[in-house]
Every structure is written in structure tokens, then in C-alpha cells.
């Protein structure tokens, strides 16, 4: 018991990282407030691959490590589709993927909204042309937002859902 | 004995007549089917190992299918192509000699539409069920275009999983869509209490026509393509790629593009390695840990944009040499940069070494046996790993490499994935101070004349060996063949996730890093 308290006492341990990107920050704080209102504290996301490269989710995942945490601004990522608000999808949609794409979308519960990452999921991309995708998300599910890129990077993905916000908040 | 001389022995009547040397040095024999099956024997006994089988129509002006056989041996710089015709639409398996051979011939079978007699195993590949009968992308019969279909789920048949009967056996279905940031495949456990008894995966969900796309396309117009195979193999398969036109076309790429290509290479190896190094410790609940490994990845990525332009390095490789040149100030800030993430790394990896709990969860996990590498192909990391010294850039060195040396362990678990990891990443931080202390003047691009011709080219991606064979014809890609290292890896973790229980299943995938994207191609 007296460690535990100690431990309240002491200085914070970890290493002191210096990386902070101001012009992140400021738009991670904005869209905090954002999120507060329109999603009462808490946006959370399903992220779905479509048939991407792979290079979108790392930016995805980039977005939940240390330089960016945006847990902070009150965005998670979670497991199931049915605990999302917004389905954010990478990569041109291929046929093998078409279905599970709008079982994924039906699983959630609404309002919903979705998101393509990245030029491959906004228009196809490189591979608009193949016989082995449908094309971009709009070919297969309604979507709220576009963010383009190859990939698009993080800040770039946060500021696409700064804009989502604003438009949801307006409806 | 030359590897000329042995080939013709192992060959027999086959003989040497026709032996045709390949741009990349690979040997090309045509051989009949007369004495087909026999020779193959003979290559089997002979340790040579299957790497790729792939097919191409038309090839050379001849009609019909050639199946291209590629075999390496051990020690060997040169690689083997076997030329097969197939007669008619059907042809003999090789899969009872070879195992790697099946998942190529069902490729093969979808693509073109050709039948392995003999296959054990004739199930669908790339093509899921929305595809309808008899199509087949490959032929050239077949111009690329949309399909009007529509994905109808009550139209399909089921895909047959292998079925493991017995008292408490139960199957977990897993996929192809996954609870994290992750790409879609489908994993089939069948498991007795907790423990693994067999695992089934069936990838190609991501399948995006990257080898027809390629078709009658400008080279120049395919390094997007080459770029967008696996998002964190762009280097590696740009250069892969650029590497087997500039080798048909006769192009002398300049040393110093070579040097900064090998910059490039050996950056995306680092980035790779310290993502694989944070997964697999997060996936054993240790954020502490991966947090120090993801800041410093992070980190390259904004070297990578500083420059490239891209954090991903895309449009850096071009054919003919790179992009743009490397500034001194530059040359100076990779420099400095490798000095300062040098102590942190190795700060993080002892954080990792020292934790016994971590240790505990990596050590005799998912093991892959020795054995197992040379009949599956197995290739990269988790092939040294589990103890073979191979790697292309000391195997078939290429550019500006030289004197590379593998890094093995013996073990061939999540930990000894994790610290042939760590030792590659001294390696090419080694290996990127070096081509920058001997970074020569001159030009960093040759003008791009292509000519027609084929090749083979080979990387050592992050990942291991990625192959890439280019035909052009009449200026166009005729064929363009793509076999990333993830496609050989994923067989290893039917092997590997044996007898281990179904939570520590994310961390043996994670130590393998393996591609669907890179794969389902």
C-alpha cells in the first residue's frame, strides 16, 4: 500500500520523446472537440481491407503508435464491426472480397458511415482497370468521405476525419 | 563439376543440346516429354529445389502453353528454368515430387486453365467462387476488362476445407475479415481443447489482377504496378522489376544508382524488421516494449520522406537507375541518423532480451523445423531462422552487394525470428554506411531504350526472395510472372502453429510478417 501511493508521488518514468508535431496536434485537438459533441466523447472505427497493398494500414496502425496516439482525441479502433461508427475501407474492392465488404457494412449498426483511405479505395487507383476488382468503395457500399493518397499519410487520415466530423456535424 | 555439366547429368538424355544462358545468368533447357517425369526424379534426388513454376502463352512465337520450371541448388549462383510444352489443355503434375508445385499448378490451372493430371489437389487458387467456369485471366484470348457480375453469395459452392474427424475435434473458423488493423485471408483451425491439430489457410481474398494488369503496358507504366504488389515491399519489387527490363534491355545501370537503390533496400529492411519486432512483442502485452520499436520506425519513415519524397519510397526506383540523386546533405543526414537510432535499438532489443516474461512467450513458439525449409521453399528471416544460411544478396548477388552474410539461428521460433531480425538490421544499417562512404560520382539514371527480350530477376525483399520474370515483346509486357517471398512463407505456418495453442496463433504470424497483399497479388 505504501509503494502504491509512493508511486502517485513520483515523477512520470517514461522516456521523454520529443516528436510533437504542432500541426498535428492542433488538429488532433480539434477534432477531439468534434468528436466530443457530435459522438458524445467516442468515435470508433472498424478498419476493413478491401484489397489494398498493405501500405494504408500500416499508416492505420502508425495512427495508434506513440507519435500519434490518437486515442487521445477520443478515436479507437475496435475488433468487431458491430461496435463501429465508421467503417474506414483500404484498397480497390476485389470480387473475392465483395462479400465479406457488405457483410462487414450490414454488421454495423446505424447511423454508419464510411470512409475510403487512399487512392486504390477512392477510385481503384493503379488497378481501376482489372478484371479482379469491382473499382473504388463507392462500386459497392455508400460512402461519406474520400481520402486520397498512395498512401495517404497520417496526418493527412486525421484531417480527412476532422472533415468527416464537421460534415456529420452538420446534419 | 560445373553446374552446366551437372544439370546435363541430372537431365540425361535430355542432354545440354539448347541450353540457352539467360541475361541473369539463369540456364534455360527445353526439355520433351519424353523422359519428363524422369528427369524430375533425378532433380529431386539431386537436391535442386522447385522456386517458381509459372506459365506463359504464345511464348517465343510458339503456340500453346510453356510451363517454366525454376530450380536452384545450393551454393549455386546460377538457377535452372526447365521449358515445357504443354500439348494440348491438360499436362502431369509434379506436386508428389515437388509439394511447393501445388499451389503453382492450381495458379497456373486458374490463370490459363490448363489441368495437372496426377494433382492431389485441383481446388481453385486465386479464382474465389464469384468467378464463373471456364474463366481463365491469364489466356490471351482474354482482354482485361470489368465484370457485370455481381457478387451473389447463394450462387457459390462451398470451398472444401480439409476435415479432421475424431472425439473433441472442433473447427475455429477465422476470416478473411480479422479483428485488427490487418489484411484479409481466412484461417481453418481444427483444434483439440486449445491446442492446434491442423490449420488450413485460404488467401487470395486480395487477388487484383497484377500480372495481367501489367499486359501490354509500357514498362516504364508497370513500376506502379511493380509498387503496389505489397505496400512495404515497394523498393524490392520496383527494383525487382527495373532490374529484369534493364537486364533485357541491355541498360548499364550506373554504380551510383546502384548504391543508392541499396540505401533504399536496406531502409525498407529496417522499417520492416522494427514493425515485425513491435508486433510481436505487442502481441504478447508488452506495449512498453513495441512503443520504443514503432517510435523508431516511425522515425525512417520520415527519413524515407526527407528523401523520397514518400514515406514509402515510391517513385524512388526508376528504370535506368533512381528518381533523383542523393544530395550530400543527404548522404550526411541517413548518416546521422543511423549513428542516433543505432543506441536507442539496441536499448529497446535489451528492454525485450531482459523481460523473462516476454522471453517466456517467444521462446519455443511456433517452430519452424529445418527440414521443412527446402521442400516448402521457405525463404528470408524465417528460413535463417530455423538455421539456412541463404539469402539472395549473398546467393545471387546483385547491383551493388557484396560479401552479405546470412545470419542464422538454430532454434527456429518466435525468438530466434525475432533476433536473426535484430542482427539484419545492424547488418543494413552496416551496409547503408558503407555505400554512402563509397557512394561513386557519376550519373544516377541511364536513358530507358528498352528492348525486347525476357529475364529473370531476383531481390532479397524484407520478407526473403522475391522473383520476378519480364517478357517484352515489341516494346509491351508480354508476361509478367510475380512470386513474392510471402507466397513460399505461407506455407510455413501450417507447420509452424502445430501443437501450439490458438492464442499464441497471432504472434507466430506476426514473427513470420508474411504479405497477403504480396501473395493474392
Known amino acids: 500500500m505504501t509503494n502504491a501511493i509512493l508511486n502517485i508521488l513520483k515523477p512520470v518514468v517514461t522516456e521523454d520523446v520529443r516528436f510533437t508535431d504542432e500541426e498535428f496536434e492542433s488538429l488532433g485537438f480539434k477534432l477531439k472537440e468534434r468528436v466530443d459533441k457530435v459522438f458524445a466523447r467516442s468515435l470508433q472505427i472498424r478498419e476493413l481491407d478491401s484489397g489494398s497493398d498493405n501500405s494504408a494500414e500500416i499508416e492505420l496502425v502508425n495512427l495508434t503508435a506513440p507519435h500519434y496516439d490518437v486515442e487521445r482525441f477520443g478515436v479507437s479502433f475496435v475488433a468487431s464491426p458491430r461496435h463501429a461508427d465508421v467503417l474506414l475501407v483500404t484498397g480497390a474492392v476485389t470480387l473475392n472480397m465483395e462479400v465479406a465488404v457488405r457483410k462487414t457494412y450490414d454488421a454495423m ?57 464537421e460534415r456529420i456535424g452538420k446534419q | 563439376m560445373a553446374f552446366e555439366d551437372e544439370v546435363g547429368v541430372l537431365l540425361g538424355a535430355q542432354g545440354l543440346e539448347g541450353m540457352i544462358h539467360g541475361v541473369s545468368g ?29 506459365c506463359a502463352e504464345g511464348f517465343g512465337g510458339r503456340g500453346g502453353f510453356t510451363l517454366f520450371y525454376v530450380f536452384e541448388k545450393r551454393g549455386e549462383r546460377k538457377v535452372l528454368v526447365l521449358e515445357r510444352q504443354a500439348s494440348g489443355e491438360a499436362t502431369s503434375s509434379i506436386a508428389d515430387l515437388f509439394p511447393t508445385a501445388c499451389w503453382y499448378e492450381r495458379q497456373i490451372h486458374d490463370g490459363f486453365g490448363l489441368v495437372f493430371e496426377g494433382a492431389f489437389d485441383m481446388r481453385r487458387l486465386f479464382l474465389h467462387e464469384v468467378y464463373p467456369e471456364g474463366f481463365h485471366p491469364l489466356l490471351k484470348s482474354f482482354k ?60 487470395f481474398y486480395k487477388h487484383r489482377g497484377v500480372e495481367k494488369l501489367a499486359e501490354g503496358k509500357n514498362p516504364m507504366d ?80 520520415r527519413l524515407n520522406e526527407s528523401l523520397t519524397g514518400s514515406r514509402f519510397m515510391r517513385g524512388a526506383v526508376t528504370v535506368g537507375g533512381v ?64 538455421g ?72 532479397e525483399s524484407a520478407r526473403g526472395q522475391n522473383m520476378h520474370w519480364v517478357s517484352i515483346r515489341d516494346g509491351v509486357v508480354d508476361r509478367y510472372r510475380v512470386r513474392a517471398a510471402s507466397f513460399c512463407n505461407w506455407q510455413a505456418i501450417e507447420h509452424a502453429v502445430l501443437g501450439n495453442i490458438v492464442p499464441d496463433f497471432p504472434l507466430i504470424n506476426k514473427s513470420l510478417n508474411l504479405s497477403y497483399a504480396g501473395t493474392d497479388l
Request: include cysteine; aromatic fraction near 8%; charged fraction near 25%.
Open chain 2, 388 to 459: 539456412a544460411a541463404i539469402d539472395t544478396r549473398a546467393d545471387h548477388p546483385y547491383g551493388a552487394y557484396k560479401a552479405v552474410t546470412a545470419r542464422t539461428m538454430e532454434a527456429g521460433d518466435v525468438m530466434a525470428r525475432f533476433q536473426v531480425k535484430a542482427a539484419e538490421i545492424r547488418d543494413s544499417s552496416a551496409i547503408i554506411h558503407m555505400m554512402l562512404r563509397e557512394l561513386p560520382g557519376g550519373d544516377f539514371a541511364v536513358e530507358p531504350n528498352i528492348r525486347d527480350g525476357y529475364a529473370l530477376s531476383m531481390v
Open chain 1, 109 to 165: 449498426p446505424s447511423p454508419k458511415f464510411v470512409v475510403a483511405v487512399g487512392d486504390d479505395a477512392c477510385f481503384g487507383g493503379v488497378f481501376k482497370d482489372s478484371y479482379a476488382v469491382a473499382g473504388g468503395v463507392d462500386k459497392v457500399l455508400p460512402v461519406d468521405l474520400k481520402i486520397p493518397g498512395n498512401p495517404p499519410t497520417p496526418k493527412e487520415i486525421l484531417r480527412g476525419l476532422l472533415a468527416l466530423m
Open chain 2, 323 to 386: 528518381g533523383k540523386d542523393m544530395e550530400h546533405a543527404n548522404v550526411k543526414a541517413v548518416e546521422d541518423h543511423l549513428r542516433g537510432f543505432s543506441k536507442r535499438f539496441e536499448d529497446a532489443v535489451e528492454s525485450v532480451e531482459s523481460t523473462t516474461s516476454v522471453v517466456d512467450r517467444l521462446e519455443r513458439s511456433g517452430v519452424i523445423r529445418r527440414e521443412l525449409v527446402e521442400p516448402l521453399n521457405l525463404t528470408g528471416p524465417v528460413a535463417r531462422a530455423s
Open chain 2, 144 to 203: 482485361n476488362k470489368k465484370f457485370g457480375y455481381g457478387a451473389d453469395a447463394t450462387q457459390m459452392e462451398e470451398y472444401r476445407f480439409k476435415e479432421v474427424k475424431g472425439d473433441e475435434v472442433y473447427q475455429i473458423p477465422v476470416g478473411p475479415v480479422h479483428a485488427g488493423i490487418i489484411e484479409p485471408g481466412h484461417f481453418r483451425f481444427s483444434v483439440i481443447g486449445e491446442t492446434i491439430f491442423n490449420l488450413e489457410v485460404r488467401m
Open chain 2, 26 to 54: 539463369e540456364l534455360y533447357v527445353r526439355v520433351e516429354e519424353e523422359g519428363f517425369r524422369e528427369a524430375l526424379e533425378r532433380l529431386s534426388g539431386g537436391r535442386l529445389i522447385l522456386i517458381d513454376l509459372f
Open chain 2, 222 to 301: 508497370c513500376v506502379k504496378i511493380a509498387e503496389s504488389i505489397s505496400g512495404d515491399e515497394t523498393v524490392a519489387n520496383s527494383v525487382c522489376f527495373c532490374n529484369a527490363v534493364e537486364r533485357i534491355s541491355s541498360l548499364d545501370v550506373p554504380s551510383r544508382a546502384w548504391h543508392i537503390r541499396t540505401v533504399y533496400l536496406e531502409l525498407e529492411r529496417i522499417y520492416s524488421h522494427l514493425s515485425d519486432m513491435a508486433g510481436m512483442v505487442l502481441d504478447v502485452a508488452y506495449p512498453a516494449g513495441s512503443s520504443q520499436f514503432y517510435i523508431l520506425r516511425e522515425e525512417f519513415f
